[in-house]
């Protein structure tokens, strides 16, 4: 069978990388489909972002801001075939996270909403999403086991910060395409299952996360997976020279023009659909009123998008 992300199968590769650059350059407004009713996509928009997410791994919705409610999050997701959801340590009930910056104050409600409070002892300003710090490239969920792999993700501004908190997003497939022309070997190595782990999260004693061991690229129902982190704190890198290789080549990539990254800055009524593409967030400066400060509704699934 044709398998793209097989090594050996240089044909086969071949041919998806040239449909795969086909689509690009390309601009965010590529990516743009407005939606009228967030729990009701219409069959038009549904084959608008499926389009979309077939050629880029990613969309990005418009809708009147009003159209943001948890409730309605959760028919559109349903909607495009997401199912199952990922609970984090900060998700509230119905998985959906708050992703605001914490306060210093802690009578301050930075996390405006129906957020939970984290399990006792966690502060979250330990947790870069939960700050104005900037957030270096990733996939969500790396840090999560084998068989709770985070597929697709997606974030929705209810409000933007004063200034700041953009986004830059890279197709994964871009990635992996760059990388492999570079040198099938990085491949090879970001494909070791030992390649990347994240230690055992543990406070006084209790483990809130166990140990994440994998590879950062994996092939899962014939889709490519990548699982991945550029933090230089908390990741254990495999420690070989083709290890340190190819993660010199993914440091690289990010700088590179020809992997063409999207950067765009949310308005609210405005989100991000993904199949977990690599994305990281600048530093932002926000509002002094909780009330009126930068805040994001994201939810991660164990499914990727699936619309037919
Ligand atoms: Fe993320």
Sequence with gaps: MDD?????????????RARKLRAYPAEIADLRVPVGRLDQPTPGER????????????ALVAVDPAEIQTEALLSFTRALGLQRTD??????????????????????????????EPPGGVNLREFIPYTDKPLSWHT????NTEDEQVGAWCLFCVRAARDG??????DHEMAYLRLRD???????????????SIPAHSLDGRTLRAESVGPVFSVRNGHLHMRYSARARHVLWRDTPATRAARGALDRLFSRPDVFTFRYRLRPGEGLVSNNVLHCRSGFD???????A???YRIRFLDRVALD
């Design 47 to 58: 084959a608008a972002l499926k389009t979309r997410i077939e050629t880029f791994n990613m």
């Design 87 to 116: 609970s984090n340590l900060f998700a509230d009930a119905s998985a959906v996270s708050h992703i605001a910056a914490t306060r210093r104050n802690p009578g301050d409600a930075g996390r405006a909403g129906t957020a939970p």
């Design 286 to 292: 926000d509002d002094e009123d909780p009330a009126k």
């Design 140 to 143: 969500d969920g790396y840090y």
């Design 182 to 196: 570079e040198s099938p070997r990085h491949i090879a190595a970001l494909s070791h299952p030992q390649a990347l």
């Design 165 to 170: 908190g953009e986004n830059g997003l890279i």
């Design 294 to 296: 930068r805040l994001l």
């Design 4 to 16: 793209p992300f097989d090594l050996s199968q240089v044909s086969a590769y071949s041919d998806w």
